[in-house]
């Protein structure tokens, strides 16, 4: 007999690096199901907020919802408070929205990154059910599993149990992060078979937020 399933994966991967003074998220624009490729061109990133950045992997119906419920209630909060939300508050507001769906949560894994009031990039990794964890870098998605080991070699941030806490941001400058971020992809496509097409960079400093494009295999 059928079963109904309400869950559909449609891979892909994003990652996000926090340094000093910028924030760099990125994801692939590939679409799958299965052995499908549906379109090479969708973008999983989404700006929600005044230097705030989401990056979401999984079941793009949910993905979608996620982000227009967010959007809603980011305006919301913009015309009673009269200003942005920060990307510490985002964070927050994104954790209470997938806990409140627990039951039947949303198919997503979400990546988000930005700068904080300090200025200071921030990197915010959650699961399907809002656990989150304020980190240096993260990933997310198919290709997770391939990109982290490479990341925590070059990145790896100090235990939050040090005492004195120490800040969690990563050394490299930003062209550093970015010239990562291209590598670790170009190395996951070569073994995610729902990971390749394009890549979507978009880097946050303080002068404001800019989007870069590259190619990666097609295959």
Known sequence: MARFDPYENN??????IAGAGYCVVAADMRLSVGYSILTRDHSKIA??????VLASSGFQGDVKALQKNLAAKELVYEHNH????SCPAMAQLLSNTLYYKRFFPY???????GLDSEGKGCVFTYDAVGSYERTGY?????????MMPVL???????????LPARDAVTPLSEAEAVDLVKDVFASATERDIYTGD??????INSSGSRRECIELRKD
């Open 47 to 52: 700006h929600l907020a005044d230097k705030c």
């Open 152 to 162: 925590d070699n070059q990145l790896k941030s100090p235990s939050p149990l040090l």
């Open 82 to 85: 009269n200003k942005k939300m």
């Open 198 to 203: 394009k890549l979507e960079i978009v880097i």
């Open 11 to 16: 891979g892909g991967t994003c990652v996000a």
């Open 107 to 113: 198919y997503a894994f979400n990546v988000l990154g």
């Open 138 to 146: 993260s990933a997310q998605g198919t290709g997770a599993t391939l």
